[in-house]
């Protein structure tokens, strides 16, 4: 496996200005060639104070089961400009469709005409922990829709999720001990057996320069891609070090670094992030958690 000992190139203003106020694409001038990590190549890379930056495993997993999880996992539909931080652009306090006031950033509606108009989808899979809109846990609306018709696409993508959690054991067995003993204090919103709670799909999605939120600090995010497309390195500007990752190939990677993807891709791109939400260990079983969430439309019906 190739090793690659990087320097960070970057202060911290230096870095945050990449993200804030606006967050722009990578590009391919902001990586060093002797740092670029090709397709299906194995290769690891280590920051300055010996911590693991990031792991690319190629051939993970087989061409059957990456087929199938793409076949699934391509009827994303959502919204992909619901994370302005990943979009660039302006953002504000964006109403609802039904017109009332939202208390969460959005993207501008001239941003998200744009990432539609290139066919760009996200949606996640899985559970969420509390917050402050919703104060409960619960499965996402992906999720529930997918299981009244029998849960196809999690079937699909299930295969993949099991190898991944295997090879983040095996790799990383502390970091995986970790994020597992946070999981298991809400089993009834765990991927199974892994240490995973949620999958965020992005289709055609190209993400600007950000850092990885509400996922577990101290955790380790795992990605992986599906389809046919060229491009989309996913580049580290701190550290001038870019991945071109492809279908049945996985990255485990520090997200809390700043990262994103040159705007290049051709093709249909599926990029898979498994992760652990950070405050899923306040999750109650899953009838508490229903309770408090029918205890909360109570009060809603009250106000109105």
Request: proline share 4%.
């Amino acid at each position: 496996m190739r090793r690659l000992d990087l320097k960070r190139h970057l202060t911290s203003k230096q870095d945050e200005s990449l993200r804030v106020p606006r967050s722009r694409h990578a590009q391919v001038e902001d990586y060093d060639p002797e740092n670029f990590v090709g397709p299906y190549e194995d290769a690891e890379a280590y920051k300055e104070d010996g911590s693991l930056l990031f792991k690319v495993v190629a051939h993970a997993f087989d061409r059957g089961m990456v087929d199938r999880a793409y076949k699934g996992l391509r009827s994303v539909k959502g919204d992909c400009t619901t994370r302005p931080e990943a979009t660039g652009g302006e953002q504000g306090m964006r109403p609802h469709s039904d017109g009332s006031a939202s208390t969460q950033q959005r993207s501008s509606l001239s941003q998200q005409a744009a990432w539609k108009k290139k066919g760009c989808n996200a949606d996640i899979l899985g559970y969420f922990d509390p917050t402050p809109q919703f104060n409960y846990c619960r499965q996402t609306a992906w999720t529930a829709k997918d299981k009244e018709k029998g849960a196809p696409v999690f079937k699909a993508a299930w295969p993949l999720i099991v190898v991944a959690d295997r090879i983040f054991k095996e790799l990383l067995p502390d970091r995986h001990q970790f994020q597992l003993y946070h999981v298991s204090e809400a089993l009834d919103f765990t991927l199974g057996n892994t240490a995973f709670t949620t999958v965020t799909v992005n289709k055609k999605f190209s993400t600007t320069y950000h850092r990885d939120q509400n996922d577990l600090k101290g955790g380790f995010g795992v990605m992986l891609t599906l389809g046919d497309f060229e491009g989309g390195q996913l580049v580290f500007p701190a550290f001038r070090a870019a991945v071109d990752y492809r279908p049945g190939s996985m990255i485990l990677a520090d997200v809390h670094e700043t990262h994103g993807n040159v705007n290049n891709i051709m093709g249909t791109r599926l990029t898979c992030v498994l992760y652990a939400r950070e405050k899923i260990d306040k999750c109650g079983s899953a009838e508490e958690e229903e309770a408090k969430r029918a205890g909360m439309m109570v009060v809603h019906a009250r106000e109105d």
